[in-house]
């Protein structure tokens, strides 16, 4: 059965809530309101679908398996349409005569000697884009005018000492630094490269055949030996979930997990030689895949952000649209593994967590502009019945050629180039969603009206500070006005050595303080484990007012020396505002500041008011008690090109700081646009 047929198949059950982990802490989170309808919906693990015996059954062999169509299909590609192929063969015409990125020792040893990563990495995805690029066009074209350039691409990739990333050298035995080629290791890149080429084999391996048959031998042994083998005989990466640490229990898993995983699945689909070892592999996959969904966010949120769900749950789906294209549909007849109302709620919480625009409700390392793959959302929201996913897929995507992923991802590319059609003949709508409800990750978002940009959008999320990619935040929120950012998250920097080391936490935008949350006594919050977050979380959504309350004082140290600290944020649609109250008792006097972070230039020059131009030339006002509390900014210059991106060249930080030394407080905040 091909993959694109197999998409048609999910019809999933509306599942937008979801209930808390078991693990929850007693009263975590209670919920009044509209938003807290919807029952808690199970995960459905793989290995309880699929086994051995379906396997050696419905898995089609390697050679019967069409995932898509082959080049030398040319009534499939000639569907795709005109201004699609030609954007790719204008793509691929300005590549041809040019030469290949180079990737030197010295700029592999970058990473190590001073913690650069992005030079070297900038070479490596634009082989990989390249090479993906020219086999599409090839595709979609026909006439054999790429051959070679991809020949030279496949050449250049097979030579390549190391597939991964020099930041993830560390996985060698050797360390950092230059790698070790006796020692394969399945990095996300890696297992990325090995899919890529076991597409190019699989797209157009026969016409390469025809320049040399010793170039897709070359590719086959160079994907066996780099990673079907070492993911068939180790257990020890960490990203599979399968050991345990030095305390019996092992890490919790992340995007790495699913994303490596859907890569392992379909070059072992497409490439294992050996039959037997294709089946076991395959469920070995399928038990990764487990321990993977198992540490998913019980609610369906992505606990990485919005920017990492296209690599955390969209991988997902790619394993289990692989698994019903080679299984025949035989693991889920009629429906498809993507039916199930699980899968269906982690692709319905990209819906609920946009703002408007490519502005997304961001936290932890997630950058709050994101630009999601419109025909994998359209995908998604196919395979799993969520029209609305479907319709915002539509709605995102260029009325002309297509935007495809800027490293090389062939297997993303080329299910999205023959999504399109599809895609354009689905009517288009936004998501602008009214209101929505994460408990296990602790996230509500609200807006004036649904469907609507206009007015305020306020979202809080109360997550664990030691969740993956986490940032010290708890208990954080950001507001727009009008669809545009107000009072946000910073994101995060270009990555560095420092960003996943021993100093993670000395990063500015890492810190509390440069959240939208208190400082007290000059403390700031900190995560050495999940415990590190907001407590007694409480929700309403009201026809008037969607909210949340929370304890914030477990999200510090006791040397910030706070007993209670009650936190309510809330979006109030009678009055047009969003209101913030602080409550708190600390076991002695000390200093007190709440942070907003924002982009607009403040003007804190009236007493008990700051001042912040929005869209329209209209104002945002935040006011408080200037009796009790006093107003102070802080310009942050933006040297990073991706914060600079979102934000522009400056970045503040308002302080709205206590007048005095204070034991116990009940601060009121209030935020307005001008009438």
Not at 90 to 112: N, V
Not at 133 to 152: F, K, M, S, T
Not at 551 to 575: K, Q, S
Request: glycine fraction near 10%; charged fraction near 20%.
């Amino acid at each position: 059965m091909n993959r694109r047929d197999a998409l048609t198949r999910g019809l999933g059950a509306l599942a937008l809530l979801a209930g808390p982990r078991p693990d929850a802490a007693a009263g975590q989170e209670t919920v009044q309101g509209s938003a807290a309808l919807g029952p808690r919906v199970p995960k459905r693990y793989l290995r309880t679908v699929v086994d051995e015996a379906l396997l050696r059954r419905h898995l089609l062999p390697a050679d019967a398996w069409h995932p898509y169509p082959q080049a030398g299909d040319r009534a499939a590609w000639a569907r795709v349409p005109a201004d699609v192929a030609a954007s790719l063969v204008a793509r691929a015409d300005a590549w041809l005569g040019t030469e290949w990125p180079q990737l030197p020792a010295s700029l592999f040893l970058e990473f190590a000697e001073n913690g650069n990563r992005t030079r070297y990495e900038q070479r490596y995805f634009e082989r990989r884009s390249r090479l993906a690029g020219l086999v599409l066009a090839e595709c979609v074209q026909g006439q054999g005018r790429y051959l070679h350039a991809i020949a030279d691409g496949v050449w250049h990739v097979c030579e390549e000492t190391f597939w991964g990333l020099p930041a993830h050298s560390g996985m060698q035995k050797s360390g950092v630094g230059l790698p070790d080629a006796q020692e394969p290791v399945i990095d996300l890149f890696a297992a990325e490269t090995g899919v890529t080429l076991a597409y190019v084999h699989y797209l157009v391996g026969a016409q390469l055949r025809k320049l040399s048959p010793l170039l897709p031998v070359r590719i086959a042994a160079e994907v066996k030996r780099r990673i079907l083998d070492p993911g068939w005989q180790r257990d020890d990466f960490k990203w599979m979930g399968l050991t345990a640490g030095h305390d019996g229990r092992r890490e919790p898993l992340n995007n790495w997990t699913s994303w490596i995983a859907s890569s392992w699945l379909e070059a072992n689909l497409l490439l294992e030689p050996d039959p037997e070892r294709r089946v076991a592999a395959t469920l070995k996959i399928c038990g990764c895949l487990d321990r993977f969904l198992e540490d998913y966010s019980d609610d369906g949120a992505c606990e990485e952000g919005p920017g990492y769900w296209a690599m955390s749950a969209g991988p997902y789906l790619d394993c289990l649209m692989a698994l019903d294209s080679a299984l025949g549909g035989a693991a889920n007849p009629g429906a498809g593994l993507a039916a199930d109302p699980f899968v269906r709620r982690m692709g319905h919480y990209v819906l609920d967590v946009h703002v408007a625009g490519d502005w997304f409700v961001n936290y932890g390392d997630a950058h709050a502009r994101v630009h999601h793959s419109p025909p994998l959302l359209h995908r998604f929201g196919r395979a799993t019945g969520d029209g609305g996913l479907a319709a915002f897929g539509a709605f995102r995507a260029p009325a002309h050629g297509i935007a495809l992923s800027g490293q090389g991802r062939l297997a993303r590319d080329v299910a999205d180039v023959l999504e399109v059609a599809r895609m354009r003949a689905t009517a288009g709508k936004d998501a602008l969603q009214r209101a929505a409800w994460y408990p296990a990750l602790g996230l509500v978002t609200a807006r004036a009206q649904a469907g609507s940009a206009q007015g305020f959008f306020l979202a809080v999320q109360a997550a664990s500070n030691a969740r993956s990619h986490g940032h010290h935040d708890s208990g954080s929120f950001i507001v727009f006005h009008d669809g545009l950012p107000v009072f946000v998250d910073p994101g995060v920097e270009a990555y560095t050595a420092k960003t996943f080391g021993k100093d993670r936490y000395t990063i500015w935008t890492m810190q509390s303080g440069y959240h939208n949350l208190p400082i007290v006594g000059g403390h700031m919050q900190r995560g050495r484990d999940a415990r590190d977050r907001a407590a007694r979380v409480r929700v309403d959504d009201g026809r008037d007012e969607t909210g949340m309350a929370m304890d914030l004082a477990p999200a510090y140290g006791p040397e910030a020396g706070i007993e209670t600290w009650e936190r309510r944020v809330a979006l109030c649609r009678d009055t047009e505002t969003v209101s913030l109250r602080e409550t708190f008792a600390l076991s002695r006097a000390a200093p007190v500041a709440l942070v907003f972070m924002t982009p607009r230039r403040p003007d804190a020059a009236q007493p008990g008011m700051v001042a912040l131009p929005v869209a329209g030339g209209r104002t945002v006002r935040l006011r408080f008690d200037p009796r009790r509390l006093r107003a102070d900014v802080e310009p942050l210059p933006l040297a990073d090109p991706g914060l600079a991106h979102e934000w522009g060249g400056t970045l503040y930080r308002i302080r709205l700081a206590s007048q005095q030394p204070l034991a116990a407080g009940d601060l009121t905040v209030t935020i307005e646009h001008e009438t």
